[in-house]
């Protein structure tokens, strides 16, 4: 029997992550989305809400963390961000484990790490796989969500490793500026070969 792998799912902010995510799923890969584990954790009588109120009064309520206010008390400030981290990271850390424990027979698992690059790397994965699309296609995803500006869309990037890098540094590239039926057909041989490999 080969042993089970852990495949790390990521990619810059508009290049179709999510989608891929979804094309997994549809062919029985479990995922592990960490943005949805934190927002289940900040959502209404999320378990975090105690722990972020007191650190940042005022940025919770009855729906939860009101992401706009905790955005604006921690924006531009690492050292108040690396207090938030320090909330949520080890939340999200026992949620993966559980998720691991429950799919423990699963031949291959996905863990959705949209700053995977950004925040230590590749630990613990068999092989990573970004997520890209034309530089003019990802601008366009990304101005067109509701609220997004072209400055906000610019402070993203410069936050996050740049797209060539992450290309380079990934064991798989899945394009999402062909048909969704050819980013079906990527997905199905990355998972194919993941599943056969030792």
């Known amino acids: 029997m080969t042993r089970q792998k852990i495949l790390g799912l990521t990619g810059s902010i508009g290049m179709g992550k999510s989608t891929v995510a979804g094309m997994l799923r549809e062919l029985g890969v479990p995922?592990?989305?960490?943005?949805a584990a934190v927002h289940e954790l900040q959502g209404p009588q999320g378990a975090?809400?105690?722990?972020?109120?007191?650190?940042?009064?005022?940025?919770?309520?009855?729906a939860g963390v009101d992401r706009q206010k905790l955005g604006a008390a921690v924006?531009?400030?690492?050292?108040?961000?690396?207090r938030l981290e320090r909330i949520v990271h080890?939340?999200?850390?026992?949620?993966?484990?559980?998720f691991?424990?429950?799919?423990a027979q699963?031949?291959?698992?996905?863990?959705?790490?949209p700053l995977l690059y950004e925040k230590g790397g590749p630990v613990g994965l068999d092989a990573v796989a970004v997520v890209s699309a034309p530089a003019e296609?990802?601008?366009r995803r990304v101005l067109a969500r509701p609220g997004m500006t072209e400055e906000k869309f610019v402070h993203?990037?410069?936050?996050q490793v740049p797209d060539t890098e992450k290309r380079a540094r990934a064991d798989f590239v899945i394009d999402t500026g062909a048909s969704l039926t050819e980013t079906r057909k990527q997905v199905a041989r990355m998972a194919e070969a993941l599943k056969q490999t030792e």
């Open 90 to 98: 080890p939340a999200v850390a026992e949620m993966r484990e559980a």
């Open 75 to 82: 924006f531009g400030d690492p050292e108040k961000l690396a």
């Open 156 to 159: 993203i990037q410069g936050l």
């Open 100 to 103: 691991l424990g429950a799919n």
């Open 137 to 139: 296609e990802q601008r």
């Open 31 to 35: 995922v592990f989305d960490a943005d």
């Open 48 to 62: 975090l809400l105690p722990a972020i109120e007191a650190e940042f009064p005022g940025t919770t309520g009855p």
């Open 106 to 113: 699963a031949p291959l698992i996905v863990f959705d790490i």
